[in-house]
């Protein structure tokens, strides 16, 4: 962990206040960021290689509308074998370079009634059925033991979003994502489960990293891509291929969306009490 921090200190420079994830098929809006400074995964010491099609793997720091952003092309998942501290590593490196907020993006299953692909969703509240939990073990160095989770993504942020949505008329949904373990899609009984439990998108991404930038007190904008419909209320089968092509549909207004919305959070205090 010190050794990525250090190696990502020396590069990034001056060093990023908001940290990106870029979920899959969301990966373009990286192409936006001014006087980039991009490096593949495999050259950061600590750092795995992210192993599915459609994430390029990299970090790339640089200038989004006058914010200085770090975006993480492609990300580490649980389901490919990964312990959940390596998941956790790139917000903990990223945060003790000095950022103090997460706007974190993924594709998801869509359940609930209404729901369409390509639709917009802000997460307002997660359910955590991965199995798993990144903060198991020793407590991290600034990072709390029991974290408050009662509102892990940022009510000001989430005003944020919806109003600039509003202003640049992008259709923007809210709802809970349920994270699971994947890698297989979940059969209909499982999304009709799921809808029980109050989910309306579902996904295998993001908890991870957003229980760990709670712990350090970062504050949170979740964005979830509605690529499908969920199993059993898809009249087709579920393919990666789907969820990469609903992403090339909204990479134009989800650019938009983050590129105005980035000046405004970055104007708040970033970093709250966690
Ligand atoms: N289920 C789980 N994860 C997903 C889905 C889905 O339907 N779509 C994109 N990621």
Redesign the pocket.
């Known amino acids: 962990m010190h050794e990525t921090t250090a190696y990502l200190r020396e590069r990034f420079t001056p060093a990023p206040g908001v940290i990106l994830i870029l979920g899959?098929g969301l990966g373009g809006m990286a192409d936006e960021i001014v006087d980039p400074v991009a490096i593949p995964y495999e050259q950061v010491p600590g750092f795995p290689r992210s192993t599915v099609v459609g994430h390029a793997g990299r970090l790339v720091a640089g200038i989004v509308n006058g914010v200085e952003v770090v975006a993480m092309q492609g990300r580490f998942h649980l389901y490919e074998g990964w312990d959940p501290s390596v998941v956790a590593l790139p917000i903990r490196a990223l945060a003790a370079l000095g950022a103090g907020a997460l706007v974190v993006s993924n594709?998801?299953?869509g359940l609930r009634p209404g729901f369409q692909a390509g639709d917009l969703m802000l997460i307002s509240d997660h359910l955590n059925l991965m199995g798993k939990n990144p903060l198991v073990g020793p407590v991290a160095v600034g990072e709390e033991r029991f974290p408050d989770m009662t509102a892990p993504y940022d009510a000001e942020f989430r005003k944020i979003a919806a109003d600039v949505a509003q202003e640049e008329q992008i259709p923007l949904q809210e709802g809970v994502y349920a994270a699971?373990l994947?890698p297989s899609?979940?059969t209909p009984a499982e999304i009709r489960m799921l809808r029980l439990l109050g989910a309306d998108a579902?996904?295998?991404s993001t908890v991870p990293e957003v229980i760990v930038a709670r712990a350090l007190g970062l504050r949170v904008l979740g964005i979830s891509l509605i690529?499908?419909l969920?199993?059993g209320i898809s009249p087709v089968p579920?393919s990666h291929a789907e969820?990469m092509e609903a992403g090339a549909r909204v990479q134009e207004p989800f650019g938009r969306l983050i590129r105005k919305l980035l000046p405004r959070i970055a104007s708040t205090n970033l970093a709250s009490e966690a």
Do not use: I, P
């Open positions: 899959s594709a998801a299953g699971v994947g899609y979940e579902v996904g295998m690529s499908n969920a199993a579920l969820v």
